[in-house]
């Protein structure tokens, strides 16, 4: 949806927030940093929070009643703002010209009065922004407070909004707000994997789900609540392939022997002989191994692992709020596509999102939430932070499956290497390795580009050759 902006000549796009932006731009009207849902312009650099871009351009505050303010693209004279008593040095302000009198764009967005969903008693703002210790979230802040007159309770704004219960995409079933976290079993956020340290959370009671106030409820990851369960939603688990022939196998299990599958124009057929020319799979581009169950066509050098074959439809990724579709090819007049989560160049098969031009790889679209790696002894878990974090396994920066145990981090791009690959002319298979664990003085060569390697990081090994190699060196900058 498009939309044209009173103080921008382009128009303006409403657009979800993206993991894979790797600095967070800032609001053009508030200046604070975009983490939700926001109007971008696609020919330059202009960003609006979605509520900022809705503000109206004229407004009746109750703290200047004698007449409307103006909404104005910068404070001329850089003036104080009424309400916190800050100079408006950028950003969107309303002002009154005949007065002299400013009010920051979002200072003139805050309530007099709220009713907090989890207290008995309406909230007040306090009209001065002043440092203390939210008894919602637990984070010490100088900022606008909403104070109870009856109870001692102070909170911000986003926290006397809470809902009682959200749905977050990044969990099945929806999260309940609670005061009792010290009575829950984990107190690690899921969502962020870090330490809870608050006695008020949103919980979910049937998977002992715990996330933060902040991480449940962040703009652009928040869903509608349904009745039903999304867990059976059959649309999500619709096969991409129809049988066209049935085999019984051992202990009378039904097998397909031929399928339609809507990647290729011919039948294809379950084939159990091994291939001599090294071919790949056609939908993740990975080599087909002797010991893989593969379908292949009798007519032309097509060949799909099982597992591709049995892939879904549509699918839900942990890492984007929307429903994704598969497709055998990237809508895109360039072959090929950037894979938004591991951040490669790929080909073949992508789970696609029309509405934000969302791709995930076939290895990417298999991540689960929670993961048990080799290369770690703790199970790790996907963070949902919204900032990039380095990699323990190869110091890259971007979204990353982290260990509430010890500071241990596996990037996207390491978690989704495959675990065994051929190189070149090689028949021997090289296998994804761990750690060197040799003398620590021993310096570490690359056997493919010479170069020294860090004994820490993940690489490829060959026992039968003696052979070490980088990762990129083994695949490809772009494999």
């Known amino acids: 949806m498009e939309v044209q902006h009173f103080f921008h000549d382009h128009p303006l796009t409403l657009t979800p927030y993206r993991t894979y932006d790797r600095i967070n731009p800032r609001c053009c009207g508030c200046g604070e940093v975009i983490l939700g849902i926001s109007y971008r312009c696609r020919r330059c650099r202009f960003f609006l929070h979605k509520t900022c871009g809705q503000q109206p351009r004229e407004l009746q505050h109750p703290l200047h009643p004698q007449h409307p303010l103006l909404l104005l693209r910068e404070c001329p004279n850089h003036d104080r703002c009424y309400f916190c008593n800050e100079f408006i040095l950028s950003g969107f302000a309303y002002s009154c010209s005949h007065c002299k009198f400013n009010l920051h764009l979002i200072c003139a967005s805050y309530p007099f009065t709220v009713k907090a969903e989890f207290h008995d008693h309406p ?3 306090l009209r001065k922004s002043l440092s203390f210790t939210c008894d919602a979230c637990g984070v010490k802040d100088k900022d606008v407070s909403y104070l109870c007159l009856t109870c001692p309770l102070m909170v911000h704004l986003k926290c006397a909004t809470l809902p009682l219960t959200v749905k977050h995409t990044g969990h099945h079933h929806a999260l309940n707000l609670t005061d009792s976290s010290h009575q829950l079993d ?8 870090t330490k809870v340290e608050t006695d008020r959370v ?9 996330a933060h106030l902040d991480c449940a409820t962040r703009e652009g990851y928040t869903e509608e609540i349904k009745n039903e369960d ?20 051992g202990n009378n299990i039904e097998i397909a022997e031929e399928i339609k599958h809507l990647s290729h124009v011919h039948d294809l057929k379950l084939t159990e002989d091994q291939l001599l020319n090294n071919e790949k799979c056609d939908g993740c ?3 087909i191994f002797p010991d893989s169950s593969f379908y292949s066509c009798a007519q032309c050098r097509f060949f799909l692992h099982k597992t591709c074959v049995e892939l879904p439809r549509k699918k839900q990724h942990p890492l984007h709020p929307h429903l994704l579709t598969l497709l055998t090819k990237a809508p895109y007049v360039l072959s090929g596509f950037i894979c938004n989560v591991c951040g490669r160049t790929c ?5 696609h999102c029309e509405k934000c031009e969302f791709d995930a790889d076939v290895q990417c679209s298999l991540i689960s939430d929670i993961f048990a790696h080799d290369s770690h002894k703790h199970t790790i878990y996907l963070s949902r932070a919204p900032y990039m974090e380095k990699c323990t396994c190869c110091d890259y920066e971007g979204k990353v499956f982290r260990c509430a145990d010890c500071e241990f981090n596996l990037d996207l791009r390491c978690a989704t290497l495959p675990l065994t690959m051929r190189y070149r002319h090689f028949e021997e298979p090289f296998k994804l390795c761990y750690k060197d664990e040799g003398d620590s003085n021993y310096e570490y060569y690359c056997d493919v580009c010479e170069e020294k390697r860090n004994p820490k990081h993940l690489f490829y090994y060959c026992a039968a050759l003696c052979f070490s190699a980088h990762p990129k060196c083994v695949l490809g900058e772009s494999p």
């Open 123 to 125: 909230l007040n703002l």
């Open 230 to 249: 999304p867990e059976l939603d059959e649309s999500i688990d619709s096969l991409a392939y129809v049988v066209s022939k049935i085999k019984i196998g």
């Open 186 to 193: 984990h107190r690690i956020c899921h969502l962020c994997v």
């Open 202 to 210: 949103y919980y979910c009671s049937k998977c002992n789900f715990v």
């Open 347 to 351: 080909d073949g098969f992508t789970y």
């Open 285 to 287: 581009m990975h080599p």
